[in-house]
């Protein structure tokens, strides 16, 4: 009677193995199929977050280049209009030029008697 006891404990404890088995392959197959349904909703999304991103990131580079170029053009046209100042009035231009040295020295002279003080 103990043997056939025993026969019958481990079948129960067989039983119930198999069950909780199916019952983590069906958990664990239901959570494969979730995470599959998430990741294919994801995709698209991820998708165009990336292409937005590249937009902003392309107009922003045409935003610098466009800027840069404005820039380049503005110091070119300062630069010609400086040459021709020196050209028309080139005794004015020397003038102006050493009130402009003067006064830069003047103001490197107080700003190293301000830092010895």
Same mark, same amino acid.
């Given at each position: 009677?103990?043997?056939?006891?025993?026969?019958?404990?481990?079948?129960?404890?067989?039983?119930?193995?198999?069950?909780?088995?199916?019952?983590?392959?069906?958990?664990?197959?239901?959570?494969?199929?979730?995470?599959?349904?998430?990741?294919?909703?994801?995709?698209?999304?991820?998708?165009? /977050?990336? !292409?937005? &991103?590249?937009? +902003?990131?392309?107009? @922003?580079?045409?935003?610098?280049?466009?800027? %840069?170029? =404005?820039?380049?053009?503005?110091?070119?046209?300062?630069?010609?209009?400086?040459?021709?100042?020196?050209?028309?009035?080139?005794?004015?231009?020397? /003038?102006? !030029?050493? &009130?402009?040295? +003067?006064?830069?020295? @003047?103001?490197?002279?107080?700003?190293?008697? %301000?830092? =010895?003080?």
């Amino acid at each position: 009677m103990a043997i056939h006891t025993g026969d019958q404990i481990a079948s129960v404890f067989d039983g119930a193995a198999k069950t909780a088995q199916h019952t983590v392959d069906g958990a664990l197959d239901s959570l494969s199929s979730k995470v599959d349904d998430i990741r294919s909703q994801a995709a698209p999304m991820i998708d165009s /977050l990336s !292409a937005q &991103a590249g937009a +902003a990131a392309r107009r @922003g580079i045409d935003a610098v280049r466009d800027t %840069s170029q =404005q820039l380049r053009a503005r110091a070119v046209r300062a630069s010609d209009s400086t040459v021709a100042y020196v050209k028309d009035e080139p005794v004015k231009a020397v /003038l102006l !030029a050493a &009130a402009t040295g +003067a006064l830069l020295m @003047g103001l490197v002279s107080l700003m190293r008697r %301000s830092r =010895q003080s």
